[in-house]
């Protein structure tokens, strides 16, 4: 039986709860297949990994 996504995004946090950050795009699907979408995460991707980078 499949794990629902929101299962392993919690076993993730659990894992790790300093580093962790939810966003909520409205109207995005799980895929980001609008293109303003995919740019948003893509920004918030970077500045995730460079605030865990410079730590």
């Known amino acids: 039986m499949e794990q ?4 392993f995004n919690h076993q ?9 950050t939810l966003a ?3 109207g995005a699907d799980h895929m980001f297949s609008h ?3 995919r740019q948003q995460v893509s920004k918030l991707v ?5 605030k ?3 730590e």
């Open 4 to 7: 629902p996504v929101h299962f």
């Open 12 to 20: 993730g946090e659990k894992l790790n709860r300093e580093n962790t």
């Open 24 to 26: 909520v795009f409205p």
């Open 35 to 37: 293109k303003d979408h």
């Open 46 to 50: 970077v500045e995730w990994f460079k």
């Open 52 to 54: 865990q980078l410079s």
